[in-house]
């Protein structure tokens, strides 16, 4: 059975038992409960399954906790839930005992069961954030490729992905997957690289460049030779980095554990003064007197609404950020996301579209360009007839249609020949061009395609991967709270320059691939400072894991979503800020809880031990415990719920 699994039925069973005695011993809510839950005995069989085998895992936390001298929220847990267990057992066993000095005989099953219950609520979401993790390695492992097309003794087999041996031929086709990395030996094509480089723009490869295994050939057939397989391929290196830096994360110090690891020992230090005093200066039955005060004092001090300090605040959090499209996975993200100092973003399909479009057009030349890329596979090509259908135009008849890899397309237009390419297509076909504008529009981080008609320059178009609208919004929000904006991409350093450049980003780190991203997020963490990176893409999936907060587009690839902390389903960056403003927000909230939850206790601990005793004749009533409880249990929620008011 797995993890979550296992909790699930846990939380599920105790907070169902827990309520059924709640209401059958809450004092205003057990008048409304049927008789038998009322009764001491049922309370106790509904108990006992609870705290033995529900609550079996913060006994076994305790016990080397206690062997090393250490305390934290387990053992008080363990501690609180024991101690008013064993008493609730004596009260419905030996009801006689209490009764003989004075008290009313009540139980406390109800806070046994309901703190296990919400303590363990909180650790099954835990849980399944970790859960998710490995669904992103195993999504990564999804990618690649499951066959290969070698060429082996003169003919063309199919063979399994892992039978591949460096050196192989390896044939790809149009729209297949490159199986492993590699080096191309015959053929041109067209490859989408934007799961190593985050680029949307696809390369052009030609003989003797390398290829990545897991990426798509858009284009063209090639061979090529294997020179990396297995786990020396950049996809398995991938896989690698991602797991390295899940497994590397360190869970945060909860701040009950931290109070906790103070607050248990002067609890039993107070538990057993308060015996020792009664026993030697009690009136008799001192050892009777003596116990009950000190089970009295252990009972208060039981973490009742510390159970709910943390919980309630984090799902009320998470609740409002999810009001705004904004996914918070588990408690850990929440707590650390207020202590972000930088915050790194991808560029490709983060800070931009990741789609290519056709940004100007030179010359009205918009009819003939689209017309003619209307029997192209490029994704360039694509952009322009988007543009194309976009304006309605009318698209005319082209015969003669040539691709030339590398350089452009050529048809023939109205008995015309038209060709648009590169600069290198234009210096082959000796065609002049108007060097200054396209250099103007390069420096922009565009890409450039010049179209002529009969040799003749007739106009340019440039295509680029635009901003998001929300873009600048989102990184001028997060500098106004003083936080360092860096960019971070696999693309040149000159488009990269030009999108930073629009959005007032200084820091720039471009031409970075996937295991160097990583690295980046690791230099600026040395400098000690606690990193969030936003990202989308597969090859972002390694620098998320091992950011200190990962935030993911909705829009992003299902690995980047699993390997990151937070997703942004509203694909707004605006939200990054205003993520990390309702962790500060949450933060003050769980803070104020443990005061609170701690205050109550602190306060009645005097009590309980029979401070009021000497003077008034005063022993802690159980009835002034349930309510004091109660009422510490209620600011606590109280508290929480005034989050839904935090405006984003």
Same mark, same amino acid.
């Given at each position: 059975?797995?993890?979550?699994?296992?909790?699930?039925?846990?939380?599920?069973?105790?907070?169902?038992?827990?309520?059924?005695?709640?209401?059958?011993?809450?004092?205003?809510?057990?008048?409304?409960?049927?008789?038998?839950?009322?009764?001491?005995?049922?309370?106790?069989?509904? !108990?006992?399954?609870?705290?033995?085998?529900?609550?079996?895992?913060?006994?076994?936390?305790?016990?080397?906790?206690?062997?090393?001298?250490?305390?934290?929220?387990?053992?008080?847990?363990?501690?609180?839930?024991?101690?008013?267990?064993?008493?609730?057992?004596?009260?419905?066993?030996?009801?006689?005992?209490?009764?003989?000095?004075? @008290?009313?005989?009540?139980?406390?099953?109800?806070?046994?069961?309901?703190?296990?219950?919400?303590?363990?609520?909180?650790?099954?979401?835990? !849980?399944?954030?970790?859960?998710?993790?490995?669904?992103?390695?195993?999504?990564?492992?999804?990618?690649?490729?499951?066959?290969?097309?070698?060429?082996?003794?003169?003919?063309?087999?199919?063979?399994?992905?892992?039978?591949?041996?460096?050196?192989?031929?390896?044939?790809?086709?149009?729209?297949?997957?490159?199986?492993?990395?590699?080096?191309?030996?015959?053929?041109?094509?067209?490859?989408?690289?934007?799961?190593?480089?985050?680029?949307?723009?696809?390369?052009?490869?030609?003989?003797?460049?390398?290829?990545?295994?897991?990426?798509?050939?858009?284009?063209?057939?090639?061979?090529?030779?294997?020179?990396?397989?297995?786990?020396?391929?950049?996809?398995?290196?991938?896989?690698?980095?991602?797991?390295?830096?899940?497994?590397?994360?360190?869970?945060?110090?909860?701040?009950?554990?931290? /109070?906790?690891?103070?607050?248990?020992?002067?609890?039993?230090?107070?538990?057993?003064?308060?015996?020792?005093?009664?026993?030697?200066?009690?009136?008799?039955?001192?050892?009777?007197?003596?116990?009950?005060?000190?089970?009295?004092?252990?009972?208060?001090?039981?973490?009742?609404?510390?159970?709910?300090?943390?919980?309630?605040?984090?799902?009320?959090?998470?609740?409002?950020?999810?009001?705004?499209?904004?996914?918070?996975?588990?408690?850990?993200?929440?707590?650390?996301?207020?202590?972000?100092?930088?915050?790194?973003?991808?560029?490709?399909?983060?800070?931009?579209?990741?789609?290519?479009?056709?940004?100007?057009?030179?010359?009205?030349?918009?009819?003939?360009?689209?017309?003619?890329?209307?029997?192209?596979?490029?994704?360039?090509?694509?952009? @322009?007839?988007?543009?194309?259908?976009?304006?309605?135009?009318?698209?005319?008849?082209?015969?003669?249609?040539?691709?030339?890899?590398?350089?452009?397309?050529?048809?023939?237009?109205?008995?015309?020949?038209?060709?648009?390419?590169?600069?290198?297509?234009?210096?082959?076909?000796?065609?002049?061009?108007?060097?200054?504008? /396209?250099?103007?529009?390069?420096?922009?981080?565009?890409?450039?395609?010049?179209?002529?008609?009969?040799?003749?320059?007739?106009?340019?178009?440039?295509?680029?991967?635009?901003?998001?609208?929300?873009?600048?919004?989102?990184?001028?929000?997060?500098?106004?709270?003083?936080?360092?904006?860096?960019?971070?991409?696999?693309?040149?350093?000159?488009?990269?320059?030009?999108?930073?450049?629009?959005?007032?980003?200084?820091?720039?780190?471009?031409?970075?691939?996937?295991?160097?991203?990583?690295?980046?997020?690791?230099?600026?963490?040395?400098?000690?400072?606690?990193?969030?990176?936003?990202?989308?893409?597969?090859?972002?999936?390694?620098?998320?894991?091992?950011?200190?907060?990962?935030?993911?587009?909705?829009?992003?690839?299902?690995?980047?979503?699993?390997?990151?902390?937070?997703?942004?389903?509203?694909?707004?960056?605006?939200?990054?800020?205003?993520?990390?403003?309702?962790?500060?927000?949450?933060?003050?909230?769980?803070?104020?809880?443990?005061?609170?939850?701690?205050?109550?206790?602190? @306060?009645?601990?005097?009590?309980?031990?029979?401070?009021?005793?000497?003077?008034?004749?005063?022993?802690?009533?159980?009835?002034?415990?349930?309510?004091?409880?109660?009422?510490?249990?209620?600011?606590?929620?109280?508290?929480?719920?005034?989050?839904?008011?935090?405006?984003?």
């Amino acid at each position: 059975m797995s993890r979550t699994l296992e909790l699930q039925i846990k939380v599920a069973s105790s907070l169902f038992l827990g309520g059924l005695i709640l209401w059958g011993s809450f004092p205003g809510l057990m008048e409304t409960a049927p008789a038998i839950l009322r009764q001491f005995w049922v309370q106790l069989i509904l !108990a006992t399954p609870v705290q033995f085998w529900a609550g079996l895992e913060f006994y076994q936390a305790t016990i080397p906790a206690l062997r090393h001298r250490t305390a934290n929220m387990d053992t008080l847990v363990a501690l609180g839930t024991t101690v008013a267990y064993g008493y609730s057992a004596v009260v419905t066993i030996s009801p006689q005992v209490v009764k003989n000095i004075g @008290i009313e005989p009540l139980p406390y099953f109800d806070v046994a069961t309901i703190i296990i219950g919400l303590i363990l609520l909180g650790r099954y979401f835990e !849980a399944k954030a970790k859960a998710g993790t490995s669904e992103a390695i195993k999504k990564l492992i999804g990618l690649q490729a499951k066959t290969a097309k070698v060429l082996r003794d003169g003919k063309e087999i199919d063979i399994p992905i892992d039978q591949v041996v460096i050196g192989d031929v390896i044939r790809v086709r149009p729209g297949e997957k490159i199986p492993v990395d590699g080096e191309i030996l015959d053929g041109e094509s067209s490859i989408d690289e934007s799961m190593v480089t985050g680029e949307s723009i696809p390369v052009d490869k030609t003989k003797g460049d390398t290829v990545v295994g897991a990426t798509i050939n858009k284009s063209g057939t090639f061979t090529y030779k294997a020179t990396k397989v297995g786990q020396e391929t950049m996809l398995a290196q991938i896989i690698k980095l991602v797991q390295e830096a899940q497994g590397s994360k360190a869970p945060i110090q909860r701040i009950a554990d931290l /109070i906790s690891s103070y607050f248990v020992p002067i609890v039993i230090m107070l538990a057993l003064v308060t015996f020792g005093v009664w026993y030697v200066f009690g009136p008799s039955p001192a050892f009777l007197f003596a116990l009950l005060n000190t089970v009295a004092v252990l009972i208060i001090a039981c973490p009742c609404a510390m159970g709910l300090a943390t919980p309630t605040a984090i799902m009320v959090g998470t609740g409002k950020g999810a009001e705004h499209g904004i996914l918070i996975k588990d408690a850990e993200s929440l707590e650390t996301a207020h202590k972000i100092k930088t915050v790194v973003f991808d560029k490709t399909g983060t800070l931009t579209k990741g789609k290519p479009e056709v940004t100007d057009v030179v010359g009205d030349i918009l009819q003939t360009a689209a017309s003619l890329e209307k029997g192209s596979e490029h994704s360039l090509a694509e952009a @322009i007839i988007r543009k194309g259908e976009a304006e309605r135009v009318k698209f005319e008849k082209v015969t003669g249609f040539k691709a030339i890899p590398g350089h452009g397309v050529e048809g023939v237009i109205n008995r015309q020949k038209v060709i648009l390419g590169n600069r290198g297509f234009m210096e082959k076909e000796k065609v002049e061009v108007n060097g200054r504008e /396209i250099d103007k529009l390069e420096n922009q981080g565009k890409t450039v395609m010049i179209l002529a008609v009969n040799k003749k320059l007739a106009g340019l178009i440039a295509v680029a991967d635009t901003l998001k609208d929300s873009a600048k919004e989102g990184v001028q929000a997060l500098q106004k709270k003083g936080i360092e904006v860096v960019m971070i991409t696999g693309d040149n350093q000159r488009t990269a320059n030009a999108i930073a450049s629009k959005l007032g980003i200084k820091t720039v780190l471009a031409e970075v691939l996937p295991d160097q991203k990583e690295e980046e997020v690791r230099k600026i963490q040395a400098e000690g400072k606690k990193v969030a990176m936003v990202g989308d893409g597969i090859n972002d999936a390694p620098a998320l894991a091992t950011a200190d907060i990962g935030i993911a587009m909705g829009t992003g690839t299902d690995v980047a979503i699993e390997a990151a902390d937070i997703t942004l389903i509203n694909k707004d960056l605006r939200s990054v800020a205003s993520a990390i403003e309702l962790s500060k927000k949450t933060m003050r909230t769980i803070k104020l809880n443990l005061f609170w939850a701690f205050g109550y206790n602190i @306060i009645l601990i005097p009590v309980a031990m029979g401070i009021l005793y000497p003077s008034f004749h005063i022993l802690l009533n159980p009835i002034f415990a349930s309510v004091a409880m109660a009422t510490s249990s209620i600011s606590v929620v109280t508290n929480s719920l005034l989050l839904k008011r935090f405006k984003m």
